[in-house]
């Protein structure tokens, strides 16, 4: 059957409910009572009669999904950072299918619960799948100078995908319909449909933005890097070649050598954009102590010898690792109320779900799909780990176990802060597996792969059905599309980490600092060998790494009224794992961003986001290919030539 003609205000009726504001504060009662307003207040009009998982709903998130995962698997090797792409794919979703509508390949608009399940299908195609391959993969990749098999790689990250958003399954009726909790992105999301379908002008104006930002983006990295591949006779005049004769002059070998120079690199002036100004302003101000006064006064005393970015960050890679982890651990075990009501909640995940309210009922998603999605993903994971890693069945298990309390927590701090605590969630995984299993790296590095990609996973999940909860979407399809998304996201990601890591040796380079995985090889490391292996200024750099991340987390909570204006621990920590050049780039976007809010904000608002996000994937996407034009006759000789 045909699907009705939906105004543009998305309304199936014509009425203009998606104008009214969402109900962000949420309904008072008892948990039924809760439950039963919701139902009769904003689903019923919306999610019981407009279309929401069609076909190509799914198609669009997949297509914008598998495209959106190279950006972030791009950015993810590059700074170690991973942003989420739902409000970016809502936005040049819109503007897609208005250009469909124009040219008459499209008959009806699509509705704004159609662009919420195809958000739920990019976002898990695009964030959920390539997180695990920045960290762990990476790290296992740099210890053992070899990659994971292939097929072990797609089983390895699809599986873990399913038992992250299988995970949030009974979590979802208790932390979203019961407790109401914010989850501030999907806010921000469910905004931002509201925007895009009750002010179409406006929505068109964040699209061309984001478009024409993207195709600069896409030429000015085709300048910097794609110029030698056409002929070696056009590599001088690159936009690289031409900042590096210029940082040759200005700066000097030495200066240069330290990362203190400039570059050319538009994505990171829009993801500082993103970033904000206090997490931008932490990682220059580190990156400007590690790289323009800690390592000059090492090498000035010889500590270290070489010149080298690679030589000299597994220096300064200690002090940075250990204050992100403190800070993290810190900041994660001073949510203990979080932590208390996620454990005392835990019978209500279950007993909520059975409650009997046959409406809402018929339209959640049962826990049978919990059980089923936990125990394939367990069976699997376990016969992985013991084929590929020699990890005992017993350990996985624990590790499966550890990821649902682990991930509970995990899924409840994004609730109430927006930040999903991974580094600190497969943190204390590898520590607990230091323990259990001292010595090997490599399943150090797995338990704690599954912890923080099921912490992902989960409350991505989360994030997302909350934007369909303020819109009034079906949860059940919304599940749905995104466990679609699983698939393609799982492909691209994987496919795309073979062609552009081929070689360990381009991991920790000029090329993919890979900080995510600096972190985690470190953490390994460590603990199969103990720390008194080390030498004694990276002991004395974890100590005051240690104490600078514990400081930092501590002052805000002394000092509240001037917490905006203090460093960031994660930011500082962050800068000594890659270049000072990349911090510079975040503060120049950040400010940027910083002083349009202030100036107009109402421009700002407008054309912050889509022209930022444009930037990253315009870039990223014009990177990825590069690297896929020079490689491909590897990469055809890799998976298909048997070389």
Same mark, same amino acid.
């Given at each position: 059957?045909?699907?009705?003609?939906?105004?543009?205000?998305?309304?199936?009726?014509?009425?203009?409910?998606?104008?009214?504001?969402?109900?962000?504060?949420?309904?008072?009662?008892?948990?039924?009572?809760?439950?039963?307003?919701?139902?009769?207040?904003?689903?019923?009009?919306?999610?019981?009669?407009?279309?929401?998982?069609?076909?190509?709903?799914?198609?669009?998130?997949?297509?914008?999904?598998?495209?959106?995962?190279?950006?972030?698997?791009?950015?993810?090797?590059?700074?170690?950072?991973?942003?989420?792409?739902?409000?970016?794919?809502?936005?040049?979703?819109?503007?897609?299918?208005?250009?469909?509508?124009?040219?008459?390949?499209?008959?009806?608009?699509?509705?704004?619960?159609?662009?919420?399940?195809?958000?739920?299908?990019?976002?898990?195609?695009?964030?959920?799948?390539?997180?695990?391959?920045?960290?762990?993969?990476?790290?296992?990749?740099?210890?053992?100078?070899?990659?994971?098999?292939?097929?072990?790689?797609?089983?390895?990250?699809?599986?873990?995908?399913?038992?992250?958003?299988?995970?949030?399954?009974?979590?979802?009726?208790?932390?979203?319909?019961?407790?109401?909790?914010?989850?501030?992105?999907?806010?921000?999301?469910?905004?931002?449909?509201?925007?895009?379908?009750?002010?179409?002008?406006?929505?068109?104006?964040?699209?061309?933005?984001?478009?024409?930002?993207?195709?600069?983006?896409?030429?000015?990295?085709?300048?910097?890097?794609?110029?030698?591949?056409?002929?070696?006779?056009?590599?001088?005049?690159?936009?690289?070649?031409?900042?590096?004769?210029?940082?040759?002059?200005?700066?000097?070998?030495?200066?240069?050598?330290?990362?203190?120079?400039?570059?050319?690199?538009?994505?990171?002036?829009?993801?500082?954009?993103?970033?904000?100004?206090?997490?931008?302003?932490?990682?220059?101000?580190?990156?400007?102590?590690?790289?323009?006064?800690?390592?000059?006064?090492?090498?000035?005393?010889?500590?270290?010898?070489?010149?080298?970015?690679?030589?000299?960050?597994?220096?300064?890679?200690?002090?940075?690792?250990?204050?992100?982890?403190?800070?993290?651990?810190?900041?994660?075990?001073?949510?203990?109320?979080?932590?208390?009501?996620?454990?005392?909640?835990?019978?209500?995940?279950?007993?909520?779900?059975?409650?009997?309210?046959?409406?809402?009922?018929?339209?959640?998603?049962?826990?049978?799909?919990?059980?089923?999605?936990?125990?394939?993903?367990?069976?699997?994971?376990?016969?992985?780990?013991?084929?590929?890693?020699?990890?005992?069945?017993?350990?996985?298990?624990?590790?499966? =176990?550890?990821?649902? @309390?682990? !991930? /509970?927590?995990?899924?409840?701090?994004?609730?109430?802060?927006?930040?999903?605590? %991974? +580094? &600190?969630?497969?943190?204390?995984?590898?520590?607990?597996?230091?323990?259990?299993?001292?010595?090997?790296?490599?399943?150090?590095?797995?338990?704690?792969?599954?912890?923080?990609?099921?912490?992902?996973?989960?409350?991505?999940?989360?994030?997302?059905?909350?934007?369909?909860?303020?819109?009034?979407?079906?949860?059940?399809?919304?599940?749905?599309?995104?466990?679609?998304?699983?698939?393609?996201?799982?492909?691209?990601?994987?496919?795309?980490?073979?062609?552009?890591?081929?070689?360990?040796?381009?991991?920790?380079?000029?090329?993919?600092?890979?900080?995510?995985?600096?972190?985690?090889?470190?953490?390994?490391?460590? =603990?199969?060998?103990? @720390?008194? !292996? /080390?030498?004694?200024?990276?002991?004395?750099?974890?100590?005051?790494?240690?104490? %600078? +991340? &514990?400081?930092?987390?501590?002052?805000?909570?002394?000092?509240?009224?001037?917490?905006?204006?203090?460093?960031?621990?994660?930011?500082?920590?962050?800068?000594?794992?890659?270049?000072?050049?990349?911090?510079?780039?975040?503060?120049?976007?950040?400010?940027?961003?910083?002083?349009?809010?202030?100036?107009?904000?109402?421009?700002?608002?407008?054309?912050?986001?889509?022209?930022?996000?444009?930037?990253?994937?315009?870039?990223?996407?014009?990177?990825?290919?590069?690297?896929?034009?020079?490689?491909?006759?590897?990469?055809?000789?890799?998976?298909?030539?048997?070389?």
């Amino acid at each position: 059957m045909p699907h009705p003609t939906v105004p543009e205000n998305g309304s199936s009726n014509g009425g203009s409910r998606f104008d009214e504001p969402l109900r962000v504060e949420g309904f008072k009662g008892t948990s039924e009572e809760i439950e039963r307003q919701w139902f009769e207040e904003v689903y019923r009009g919306r999610g019981d009669s407009m279309p929401q998982l069609t076909l190509r709903a799914v198609l669009m998130g997949t297509a914008l999904g598998g495209v959106l995962s190279l950006t972030n698997l791009y950015i993810g090797l590059k700074a170690g950072w991973s942003f989420g792409v739902t409000i970016t794919a809502c936005i040049v979703s819109y503007g897609v299918w208005s250009v469909f509508l124009r040219l008459g390949l499209a008959k009806t608009p699509m509705t704004i619960l159609e662009n919420n399940c195809m958000q739920s299908t990019s976002s898990a195609a695009g964030y959920s799948t390539g997180s695990t391959l920045v960290s762990a993969f990476a790290a296992y990749f740099m210890i053992n100078n070899q990659a994971v098999p292939l097929g072990l790689t797609l089983a390895w990250v699809f599986f873990l995908a399913i038992l992250g958003v299988t995970m949030a399954i009974p979590m979802k009726r208790q932390m979203i319909n019961v407790e109401q909790l914010r989850f501030p992105t999907g806010i921000a999301t469910a905004e931002t449909l509201r925007a895009l379908y009750s002010k179409g002008q406006r929505a068109v104006q964040s699209a061309r933005a984001l478009t024409y930002a993207g195709v600069v983006a896409a030429v000015s990295q085709f300048w910097s890097d794609g110029l030698r591949l056409i002929s070696s006779r056009l590599e001088p005049f690159g936009l690289g070649a031409l900042v590096d004769r210029f940082d040759k002059v200005v700066f000097g070998p030495v200066w240069v050598g330290r990362t203190v120079t400039f570059v050319w690199d538009p994505i990171f002036i829009a993801a500082g954009t993103l970033m904000g100004i206090r997490p931008a302003a932490s990682i220059l101000l580190g990156g400007t102590l590690c790289w323009a006064v800690f390592v000059p006064v090492m090498q000035a005393h010889g500590v270290i010898t070489g010149t080298s970015y690679r030589n000299i960050v597994q220096w300064t890679l200690w002090g940075g690792v250990s204050c992100m982890v403190v800070s993290g651990l810190l900041a994660f075990f001073m949510q203990w109320r979080a932590i208390a009501k996620a454990f005392r909640g835990l019978r209500g995940l279950f007993s909520g779900a059975s409650r009997p309210n046959g409406d809402i009922d018929a339209i959640e998603t049962p826990v049978s799909w919990f059980v089923a999605g936990q125990a394939v993903s367990l069976v699997a994971l376990c016969w992985l780990a013991k084929v590929s890693f020699n990890m005992p069945i017993w350990q996985c298990v624990i590790a499966v =176990l550890m990821s649902f @309390f682990l !991930s /509970l927590v995990a899924c409840r701090v994004t609730g109430e802060t927006d930040t999903t605590p %991974t +580094g &600190a969630m497969g943190k204390v995984t590898q520590l607990v597996f230091g323990a259990l299993n001292p010595g090997n790296m490599n399943v150090n590095l797995m338990s704690a792969n599954i912890t923080s990609s099921a912490a992902i996973s989960s409350a991505d999940l989360l994030t997302d059905l909350k934007s369909g909860y303020l819109l009034g979407a079906n949860p059940r399809k919304q599940f749905i599309a995104q466990f679609c998304g699983i698939f393609i996201g799982t492909l691209a990601t994987v496919l795309a980490f073979r062609v552009m890591v081929p070689t360990a040796s381009v991991l920790g380079s000029d090329q993919f600092p890979a900080p995510a995985a600096q972190s985690w090889r470190a953490v390994a490391l460590a =603990l199969s060998k103990g @720390f008194e !292996s /080390l030498e004694p200024v990276k002991i004395w750099s974890i100590a005051i790494g240690g104490a %600078t +991340g &514990a400081l930092l987390t501590l002052l805000p909570l002394w000092f509240p009224r001037h917490a905006k204006w203090m460093p960031s621990a994660a930011g500082i920590g962050l800068s000594w794992t890659f270049h000072w050049y990349y911090g510079f780039l975040f503060f120049v976007g950040a400010l940027a961003g910083w002083l349009m809010e202030r100036k107009d904000p109402e421009r700002a608002d407008l054309y912050n986001y889509p022209v930022a996000s444009g930037v990253i994937a315009g870039g990223s996407l014009m990177g990825v290919a590069l690297i896929f034009w020079e490689n491909v006759p590897i990469v055809f000789r890799q998976l298909f030539g048997g070389g």
